[in-house]
């Protein structure tokens, strides 16, 4: 009989052989499973009851299966990403450059690019604009002191062109009518095509153009930044001439008379006759001029914009013009701002037929019946506009 001892022992030591044994099996199994690559080594959740899900790397030869209806979702899902690339990128593309001359493959500047980055060709008619430029410069230093914050109330007379990227300021008696026209046909798409064939009084009905003060402040100043801005001038008095001859003396302009004529003529006619009163159509020169230095005058309104002075209307002190055009230069100017535009080939400013316009000795022969007293109060009244646009002191001025 063998001793309870020994059995105890050989029992153990055969529980310590088959340890030994399932140890070794699962070493081996450790090594296989390390030398898989990294791509056959998945991950599986694998259940435990006691604590709940646990990642456990497959075995060699598994293969993880996704259901279908998860595959159907996956696909649908990058199927959707794509077509929504797609549309992001097409809709993001840039419009390719407008063209407005017929060289292929040449893509418009903008019209302040070509002004400050122009060809050789273009230097001397750009070097009298950046003449004209740095004087009123010079001028607004030399005589303005106090900086104004302008509100979009002030930018009404300042016409936006946005498919060129134009801001003109209009002058009255300025060829300012035919400028509307063109920038009519400009803006129309086509609607319009001679800037002569549109009535002068369409061309200033409002709504037809658009104005800087029609947008919000961000848009007004992302429009004084990189728009052509352009304004035209002339000599104060000779546009002062024109304004009173144009509202004054022509039959047809019965709303003006009852306007102004009748208020100038209450104020400064003695004894005037009732039918004058009623109507205001004889109104003179030397009474507009009264009219005018009248402090009363400004005091119960502003300026007419026809004999506002320029400075008020256009604020170049404010505003950097980049080009100063002048009626005594029309044509050349009008034509330099057409170039820039680049649709010189496709436009051309309109050119007056007038034999009586208005110049510096019609002017004489108005202000030959204003005492020199008036005269120099109506030169001071208009001095700021001499000085900015570099105009003389007229010779016929008796101050």
């Known amino acids: 009989m063998v001793p309870r001892p020994c059995l105890a022992k050989k029992k153990s030591l055969c529980c310590c052989r088959q340890s030994f044994r399932t140890n070794s099996?699962?070493?081996?199994?450790?090594?296989?499973?390390k030398a898989l690559n990294s791509s056959e080594s998945l991950l599986i959740l694998r259940r435990v009851r006691s604590e709940g899900w646990r990642l456990r790397r497959a075995e060699p030869g598994f293969e993880m299966r996704m259901p279908r209806g998860g595959r159907l979702l996956l696909a649908t899902c990058l199927c959707s990403l794509f077509v929504l690339v797609l549309y992001l990128q097409t809709i993001t593309k840039p419009e390719p450059p407008v063209r407005t001359d017929s060289r292929p493959g040449?893509?418009?500047?903008?019209?302040?690019?070509?002004?400050?980055?122009?060809?050789?060709?273009?230097?001397?008619?750009?070097?009298?604009l950046q003449g004209r430029r740095e004087l009123l410069e010079q001028a607004c230093l030399s005589h303005t002191r106090k900086r104004q914050v302008l509100s979009p109330e002030d930018l009404k007379h300042l016409i936006v062109d946005d498919k060129h990227g134009l801001i003109y300021c209009?002058?009255?008696?300025?060829?300012?009518?035919?400028?509307?026209?063109?920038?009519?046909?400009?803006?129309?798409?086509?609607?319009?095509?001679?800037?002569?064939?549109?009535p002068a009084n369409e061309a200033h009905v409002a709504g037809h153009l658009r104005t800087l003060s029609e947008f919000a402040v961000p848009e007004i100043n992302r429009r004084l930044r990189s728009y052509l801005k352009f304004v035209f001038v002339r000599e104060p008095f000779e546009r002062l001439v024109s304004a009173y001859r144009n509202k004054f003396t022509r039959s047809y302009n019965t709303a003006f008379h009852k306007r102004y004529g009748t208020k100038i003529i209450?104020?400064?006619?003695p004894d005037p006759e009732p039918a004058a009163l009623e109507k205001g159509d004889d109104v003179s020169f030397p009474e507009f001029v009264q009219y005018l230095v009248d402090p009363r005058t400004q005091r119960e309104e502003p300026f007419n914009e026809h004999w506002e002075r320029v400075h008020s209307l256009c604020h170049p002190c404010l505003i950097h013009y980049d080009v100063v055009g002048k009626y005594e230069t029309l044509e050349p100017d009008a034509e330099a701002v057409l170039r820039l535009a680049g649709v010189q080939e496709a436009l051309q400013f309109p050119t007056s037929g007038k034999s009586t316009r208005t110049d510096g000795n019609m002017a004489a022969r108005?202000?030959?019946?204003?005492?020199?007293?008036?005269?120099?109060?109506?030169?001071?009244l208009y001095r700021m506009d001499f000085l900015l646009?570099?105009?003389?002191t007229p010779e016929y001025l008796r101050t």
């Open 106 to 128: 040449k893509s418009r500047r903008s019209p302040l690019q070509t002004l400050y980055n122009g060809d050789q060709s273009e230097l001397a008619a750009q070097r009298s």
């Open 25 to 33: 099996r699962h070493n081996q199994s450790l090594g296989a499973a």
């Open 366 to 380: 108005f202000f030959k019946h204003i005492s020199p007293f008036y005269q120099k109060k109506l030169f001071n």
């Open 170 to 198: 209009y002058v009255p008696k300025v060829a300012c009518t035919n400028w509307k026209r063109v920038l009519m046909v400009l803006t129309s798409d086509g609607r319009y095509v001679n800037p002569l064939s549109i």
């Open 389 to 392: 646009f570099n105009y003389s």
């Open 266 to 269: 209450r104020r400064n006619r």
